[in-house]
């Protein structure tokens, strides 16, 4: 569907390789969502909608079908209402109303064999000269079934008639109030004014009629021929909404106290009293009725279904929808707040009952459907827009390539999670998915505020949850961990039920989880939290009751003159915990001081695991449940590491002090040119020496100085990265496994270690030594640690190598290592530990590493071949490729807008060169940088398909993919790349032509169609310049067909 650029300012270096040309190109692949604050929804009943329209604020519509939700940008303000035009379904049109007034007219169009929704026209209704801006105001939207004619209520109390499709006004149709009033009896002329219109509908049976109703209680039937009132209601209440029964005969209106109305609609009687008045909830005040059905059943009374209604005094600020049916009364609470609803009903228009099956509900933080015909009216597992932020996400964790039988479980232990949903498939079924079957199996596991660990499905387009683990019921909360949400008793009133799985409100802070490990193959999972808790989980398909061991691990190794000023530790729950099945915790590490772990490590093979925190770091043998060793980081002068990040406590002398000493040395560093200091005048000369030497090197002009920083900059203990190893580290003769640990200091400790083999693995202690300690020169914190085996390939993951899924790595040959901190990349040899060579990335560009990762780049063309390089993300919101073990940068993009530090500091890197951040607090964006791994939307709507209407049927919905267009426009990606060379040689030799692809890349970004056509051609160029005719163009050329790269796929 339509695509949207947002531009780029991508650069490139020279590349090594063809391969290398060839497989790396920035491509924002989908957007994995639940759109928070959404806007509208379908106003009416709706007839087993195959399409089903959502607006957001933000400015993106999500046209809903059978298992995707796709987004499409919006060029002017936020969206505030969204109409789907019923009798245009079948044309796939769409007429949204924005909050500047404007309505666009929409229309999902065929394009190279896949839908793209395009805008057709827009339309600002507008007044008399000197009219009040609330005059042509519109409140009220009412497609007619004609589909050629829109009905246009407004604050001023007209109702105005627009033409479809081009938007014209037909001035001599308006129902003006006064035409209304003249036309209304005696003693109704004088009784109301008018005010706002309400609601619009149109007459069920007669399409030459429709509804009018007013704020202060007035209802019309208007005669569209004859323009005359045929029937008026008077309400003592200010009106809220209107309903038409399905055979005309009755019309229901809710009112602002909370009582709803039933009118008979009679030729004989112009002017009836109600049939009946009730106040659901009454005798007591209550809120607003502001919407209602009354939907017929072939069996028993009518659904009456509405929205708010409830005692002001007790139940004023719930979120409630109460559905009443026979002797059972519902009200769903939603626990945020409920922007729109409507009823899925039967689908033959010439059916005499409306037989409601299902309850479509837009909350402003999660869509929810609930089935109505199921015992119970249980809700519908949604396939997409699940509730990502359902808790807050503090923190991510992506796996690649998943083993099968890991995915079997995982999905057979989530299974009896959802036994509280319906078995019905999800009711809104259209489009068509063209969307390859994902290649491979990928978990995204996010960790919340409220102590769980989801687990989502992330190899296609769609984000699908397989499985949650809490981790709540090994400790000792406020809250019963076997207490159900919907507990109630059974005389409790208004009968409220908690639907929904957003719940933002954590019981305890302290069990955040703030770093996820997960071994696929060994099924182990390591979850560290806000508190210094460290849990060591296995899989387990049973139900199971046992007492999880506890260990606790001082950091501090008590020293004197530390003491901690944060929060408390979470005390664990003691005796056997039932534990359900799935990831099953059997010990618990306790770090002292409680503060929030930053760094975890597993290694499943050893059967070891390592954390660290602002204070140092462990290592712990989850095998025999002892703890091997801990190394205290903290520096005499980290006191802050000591206050913890839930502390109020701060010292802001010190944090004064160490601005003004930042201050003093720039500018001494900037102004003078001190002489190095002779070696041999002991410790605190030669840390002179090596600042002073720093700051006196010659710069290239394109490079900018690195100033030393001080080791008495607060955190320097604070642990960044933890690395498993099995390489050189004592001579060159021998290797062993070894755990690597980089400081925010700029420190690199290194410990040989000593594991039994797996006969003596229970009975010998692992053993521990440190081995080395590099201090960088800059003092940098350290990022990401790496080592090279003697062909400067990354070493495998633990048990990799025994499952046949990678090479051994080569052990003669000389390993390398990586040591990346924020401001440059460095190589040494091992075991010496001598520098090789590296690349200082600040002094380049001025930027600073956020976020590093090896990944493995294949190639489109040669199957079986393919590189190892780093992707880098820096605090600019750049990403970078940088090649191994030469240090060469390939590609740089700018990916994330540098303001988003939430989005920044919420990146993962995947194994194959993808990677996933927050736009929002509800929102993943998934992008590319290798042009083989490539997970994109593609789908087809076909207008046809909306003239047959099934019933839903019972089975498991969310197991399909759907999927979306691309940039290019070309069904797949094989027949765009055969075509692609007799186009991009035309295009090369047209200096003219690339000047406007840059041009019309640095443009307007709302223009959707524009954008999609560019970057289909301004790839093709990229594609075949990188191919060997880079030497027939300039300098604007390379940048034009780099922007090509940057087009974003949005949905």
């Given at each position: 569907?339509?695509?949207?650029?947002?531009?780029?300012?991508?650069?490139?270096?020279?590349?090594?390789?063809?391969?290398?040309?060839?497989?790396?190109?920035?491509?924002?692949?989908?957007?994995?969502?639940?759109?928070?604050?959404?806007?509208a929804?379908?106003?009416?009943?709706?007839?087993?909608?195959?399409?089903?329209?959502?607006?957001a604020?933000?400015?993106?519509?999500?046209?809903?079908?059978?298992?995707?939700?796709?987004?499409?940008?919006?060029?002017?303000?936020?969206?505030?209402?969204?109409?789907?035009?019923?009798?245009?379904?079948?044309?796939?049109?769409?007429?949204?109303?924005?909050?500047?007034?404007?309505?666009?007219?929409?229309?999902?169009?065929?394009?190279?064999?896949?839908?793209?929704l395009?805008?057709?026209?827009?339309?600002?209704?507008?007044?008399?000269?000197?009219?009040?801006?609330?005059?042509?105001?519109?409140?009220?939207?009412?497609?007619?079934?004609?589909?050629?004619?829109?009905?246009?209520?407004?604050?001023?109390?007209?109702?105005?008639?627009?033409?479809?499709?081009?938007?014209?006004?037909?001035?001599?149709?308006?129902?003006?109030?006064?035409?209304?009033?003249?036309?209304?009896?005696?003693e109704?002329?004088?009784?109301?004014?008018?005010?706002?219109?309400?609601?619009?509908?149109?007459?069920?049976?007669?399409?030459?009629?429709?509804?009018?109703?007013?704020?202060?209680?007035?209802?019309?039937?208007?005669d569209?021929?004859?323009?005359?009132?045929?029937?008026?209601?008077?309400?003592?209440?200010?009106?809220?909404?209107?309903?038409?029964?399905?055979?005309?005969?009755?019309?229901?209106?809710?009112?602002?106290?909370?009582?709803?109305c039933?009118?008979?609609?009679?030729?004989?009687?112009?002017?009836?009293?109600?049939?009946?008045?009730?106040?659901?909830?009454?005798?007591?005040?209550?809120?607003?009725?502001?919407?209602?059905?009354?939907?017929?059943?072939?069996?028993?009374?009518?659904?009456?279904?509405?929205?708010?209604?409830?005692?002001?005094?007790?139940?004023?600020?719930?979120?409630?929808?109460?559905?009443?049916?026979?002797?059972?009364?519902?009200?769903?609470?939603?626990?945020?707040?409920?922007?729109?609803?409507?009823v899925?009903?039967?689908?033959?228009?010439?059916?005499?009952?409306?037989?409601?099956?299902?309850?479509?509900?837009?909350?402003?933080?999660?869509?929810?459907?609930?089935?109505l015909?199921?015992?119970?009216?249980?809700?519908?597992?949604?396939p997409?827009?699940?509730?990502?932020?359902?808790?807050?996400?503090?923190?991510?964790?992506?796996?690649?390539?998943?083993?099968?039988?890991?995915?079997?479980?995982?999905?057979?232990?989530?299974?009896?999670?959802?036994?509280?949903?319906?078995?019905?498939?999800?009711?809104?079924?259209?489009?068509?998915?063209?969307?390859?079957?994902?290649?491979?199996?990928?978990?995204?596991?996010?960790?919340?505020?409220?102590?769980?660990?989801?687990?989502?499905?992330a190899?296609?387009?769609?984000?699908?949850?397989?499985?949650?683990?809490?981790?709540?019921?090994?400790?000792?909360?406020?809250?019963?961990?076997?207490?159900?949400?919907?507990?109630?008793g059974?005389?409790?009133?208004?009968?409220?039920?908690?639907?929904?799985?957003?719940?933002?409100?954590?019981?305890?802070?302290?069990?955040?989880?703030?770093k996820?490990?997960?071994?696929?193959?060994s099924?182990?999972?390591?979850?560290?939290?806000?508190?210094?808790?460290?849990?060591?989980?296995?899989?387990?398909?049973?139900?199971?009751?046992?007492?999880?061991?506890?260990?606790?691990?001082?950091?501090?190794?008590?020293q004197?003159?530390?003491?901690?000023?944060?929060?408390?530790?979470?005390c664990?729950?003691?005796?056997?915990?039932?534990?359900?099945?799935?990831?099953?915790?059997?010990?618990?590490?306790?770090?002292?001081?409680?503060?929030?772990?930053?760094?975890?490590?597993?290694?499943?093979?050893?059967?070891?695991?390592?954390?660290?925190?602002?204070?140092?770091?462990?290592?712990?043998?989850?095998?025999?449940?002892?703890?091997?060793?801990?190394?205290?980081?903290?520096h005499?002068?980290?006191?802050?590491?000591?206050?913890?990040?839930?502390?109020?406590v701060?010292?802001l002398?010190?944090?004064?002090?160490?601005?003004?000493?930042?201050?003093?040395?720039?500018?001494?560093?900037?102004?003078?040119?001190?002489?190095?200091?002779?070696?041999?005048?002991?410790?605190?000369?030669?840390?002179?020496?090596?600042?002073?030497?720093?700051?006196?090197?010659?710069?290239?002009?394109v490079?900018?100085?690195?100033?030393?920083?001080?080791?008495e900059?607060?955190?320097?203990?604070?642990?960044r990265?933890?690395?498993?190893?099995?390489?050189?580290?004592r001579?060159?003769?021998?290797?062993?496994?070894?755990?690597?640990?980089?400081?925010?200091g700029?420190?690199?400790?290194?410990?040989?270690?000593?594991?039994?083999?797996?006969?003596?693995?229970?009975?010998?202690?692992?053993?521990?030594?440190?081995?080395?300690?590099?201090?960088?020169?800059?003092?940098?914190?350290?990022?990401?640690?790496l080592?090279?085996?003697?062909?400067?390939?990354?070493?495998?993951?633990?048990?990799?190598?025994?499952?046949?899924?990678?090479?051994?790595?080569?052990?003669?040959?000389?390993?390398?290592?990586?040591?990346?901190?924020?401001?440059?990349?460095?190589?040494f040899?091992l075991?010496?530990?001598?520098?090789?060579?590296?690349?200082?990335?600040?002094?380049?560009?001025?930027?600073r590493?956020r976020?590093v990762?090896?990944?493995?780049?294949?190639?489109?063309?040669a199957?079986?071949?393919?590189?190892?390089h780093?992707?880098?993300?820096?605090?600019?919101?750049?990403?970078?490729v940088?090649?191994?073990?030469?240090?060469?940068?390939?590609?740089?993009?700018?990916c994330?807008?540098?303001?988003?530090?939430?989005?920044?500091?919420?990146?993962?890197?995947?194994?194959?060169?993808?990677?996933?951040?927050?736009?929002?607090?509800?929102?993943?964006?998934?992008?590319?940088?290798?042009?083989?791994?490539?997970?994109?939307?593609?789908?087809?709507?076909?207008?046809?398909?909306?003239?047959?209407?099934?019933?839903?049927?019972?089975?498991?919905?969310?197991?399909?993919?759907?999927?979306?267009?691309?940039?290019?426009?070309?069904?797949?990606?094989?027949?765009?790349?055969?075509?692609?060379?007799?186009?991009?040689?035309?295009?090369?030799?047209?200096?003219?032509?690339?000047?406007?692809?840059?041009?019309?890349?640095?443009?307007?970004?709302?223009?959707?169609?524009?954008?999609?056509?560019?970057?289909?051609?301004a790839?093709?160029?990229?594609?075949?310049?990188?191919?060997?005719?880079?030497?027939?163009?300039?300098?604007?050329?390379?940048?034009?067909?780099?922007?090509?790269?940057?087009?974003?796929?949005?949905?």
């Amino acid at each position: 569907m339509t695509l949207r650029g947002r531009g780029s300012s991508g650069t490139s270096s020279s590349l090594t390789s063809c391969e290398e040309a060839e497989g790396m190109c920035l491509q924002a692949c989908a957007r994995l969502v639940l759109v928070a604050d959404g806007g509208a929804w379908l106003p009416a009943p709706a007839q087993r909608p195959r399409l089903q329209p959502l607006s957001a604020h933000p400015g993106h519509r999500h046209p809903l079908g059978s298992h995707q939700a796709v987004s499409f940008p919006v060029p002017r303000l936020s969206l505030r209402d969204a109409l789907e035009e019923p009798g245009a379904l079948a044309l796939c049109q769409l007429v949204t109303l924005l909050d500047d007034n404007s309505l666009h007219l929409w229309s999902l169009k065929v394009k190279g064999g896949l839908s793209e929704l395009q805008e057709d026209s827009s339309f600002t209704l507008r007044g008399p000269p000197g009219a009040a801006p609330s005059a042509t105001q519109i409140t009220v939207v009412l497609p007619h079934s004609c589909c050629k004619l829109l009905y246009l209520g407004t604050e001023s109390g007209n109702v105005f008639v627009v033409q479809l499709p081009a938007f014209r006004a037909l001035e001599d149709q308006t129902i003006s109030s006064d035409a209304v009033l003249q036309r209304l009896p005696e003693e109704a002329r004088h009784r109301r004014v008018f005010e706002m219109v309400e609601a619009l509908q149109e007459h069920p049976r007669d399409p030459n009629q429709i509804l009018i109703g007013y704020s202060r209680g007035l209802i019309v039937i208007w005669d569209l021929q004859g323009s005359r009132v045929l029937c008026h209601f008077l309400s003592s209440q200010q009106l809220e909404n209107v309903c038409w029964q399905r055979d005309a005969h009755l019309i229901v209106s809710c009112h602002s106290d909370g009582s709803y109305c039933q009118w008979p609609v009679s030729s004989n009687t112009p002017q009836p009293e109600p049939l009946s008045s009730c106040v659901p909830y009454g005798p007591f005040p209550c809120k607003a009725i502001t919407k209602i059905f009354w939907l017929t059943t072939r069996q028993g009374l009518p659904f009456t279904i509405f929205q708010g209604g409830m005692p002001r005094a007790s139940y004023g600020d719930r979120h409630c929808i109460s559905v009443v049916h026979n002797s059972q009364q519902t009200a769903f609470d939603f626990t945020s707040r409920v922007i729109d609803f409507t009823v899925l009903i039967e689908a033959d228009p010439a059916a005499a009952f409306d037989d409601p099956y299902a309850l479509v509900v837009l909350a402003e933080e999660e869509l929810v459907v609930i089935d109505l015909q199921a015992a119970g009216w249980p809700p519908v597992q949604p396939p997409y827009l699940a509730s990502l932020h359902c808790s807050a996400i503090t923190c991510s964790h992506h796996v690649s390539n998943i083993p099968l039988k890991l995915w079997e479980r995982i999905i057979a232990a989530g299974s009896r999670q959802h036994t509280h949903f319906s078995t019905m498939e999800w009711p809104i079924d259209g489009g068509t998915s063209l969307a390859p079957a994902p290649p491979q199996r990928d978990l995204l596991l996010t960790g919340h505020e409220d102590g769980t660990v989801r687990f989502w499905d992330a190899s296609g387009v769609c984000l699908r949850l397989l499985y949650k683990l809490s981790t709540v019921r090994v400790f000792l909360t406020d809250t019963d961990p076997n207490e159900s949400l919907n507990a109630q008793g059974e005389d409790e009133w208004p009968p409220l039920r908690k639907v929904g799985s957003f719940d933002p409100y954590s019981d305890d802070p302290r069990l955040g989880i703030q770093k996820i490990f997960l071994c696929k193959y060994s099924g182990y999972l390591a979850v560290a939290g806000t508190a210094g808790q460290v849990l060591v989980l296995e899989l387990n398909d049973e139900e199971a009751e046992h007492a999880v061991e506890q260990v606790e691990a001082d950091l501090l190794q008590d020293q004197e003159g530390y003491r901690w000023k944060g929060h408390e530790r979470l005390c664990a729950r003691p005796g056997p915990v039932h534990f359900e099945p799935g990831f099953q915790p059997f010990v618990l590490v306790q770090c002292q001081p409680p503060a929030v772990v930053t760094s975890l490590a597993l290694h499943s093979e050893w059967r070891l695991v390592a954390f660290g925190t602002s204070h140092g770091f462990g290592l712990f043998d989850h095998q025999q449940r002892r703890q091997i060793f801990v190394k205290c980081t903290l520096h005499p002068s980290d006191q802050l590491a000591l206050e913890g990040p839930l502390s109020r406590v701060k010292s802001l002398k010190k944090s004064l002090r160490q601005s003004f000493r930042r201050i003093r040395r720039s500018r001494v560093s900037s102004r003078k040119r001190q002489p190095a200091v002779p070696p041999g005048e002991g410790p605190e000369g030669s840390s002179r020496a090596e600042r002073t030497g720093l700051q006196n090197i010659e710069l290239a002009p394109v490079q900018r100085k690195i100033e030393a920083r001080s080791a008495e900059d607060s955190f320097t203990g604070f642990v960044r990265t933890l690395y498993f190893a099995d390489t050189y580290l004592r001579d060159s003769s021998r290797h062993c496994p070894s755990l690597w640990a980089g400081t925010n200091g700029g420190t690199v400790y290194a410990f040989a270690l000593r594991v039994p083999p797996a006969e003596r693995r229970m009975d010998e202690p692992v053993r521990a030594e440190q081995a080395k300690e590099i201090q960088l020169m800059h003092r940098a914190p350290v990022v990401g640690i790496l080592v090279l085996d003697g062909h400067s390939v990354p070493l495998p993951e633990p048990l990799e190598v025994a499952h046949d899924l990678s090479k051994s790595p080569d052990m003669q040959g000389g390993h390398q290592l990586l040591v990346v901190s924020e401001e440059q990349f460095k190589v040494f040899t091992l075991p010496k530990v001598s520098a090789r060579l590296k690349l200082k990335l600040t002094a380049l560009e001025g930027s600073r590493v956020r976020r590093v990762s090896a990944a493995r780049f294949g190639s489109c063309r040669a199957e079986d071949y393919g590189e190892h390089h780093l992707a880098v993300l820096t605090n600019l919101g750049d990403v970078q490729v940088v090649s191994l073990p030469l240090l060469k940068p390939q590609v740089r993009y700018s990916c994330i807008r540098r303001e988003d530090v939430s989005g920044i500091a919420s990146c993962v890197f995947t194994k194959y060169g993808q990677g996933f951040y927050l736009i929002s607090p509800s929102e993943f964006e998934r992008f590319s940088l290798s042009t083989k791994w490539l997970v994109e939307p593609r789908c087809l709507v076909d207008s046809a398909e909306t003239k047959n209407h099934s019933r839903p049927r019972n089975g498991s919905g969310p197991e399909k993919a759907l999927g979306q267009a691309r940039n290019s426009g070309s069904p797949r990606d094989g027949e765009e790349r055969r075509s692609g060379p007799v186009m991009e040689h035309a295009l090369l030799n047209d200096e003219r032509v690339l000047k406007e692809i840059q041009s019309t890349l640095e443009g307007d970004r709302g223009d959707g169609p524009v954008f999609t056509c560019v970057g289909a051609v301004a790839t093709g160029v990229l594609s075949e310049w990188r191919r060997g005719t880079a030497s027939a163009m300039g300098e604007r050329s390379e940048r034009a067909a780099h922007a090509g790269c940057m087009m974003n796929t949005h949905y």
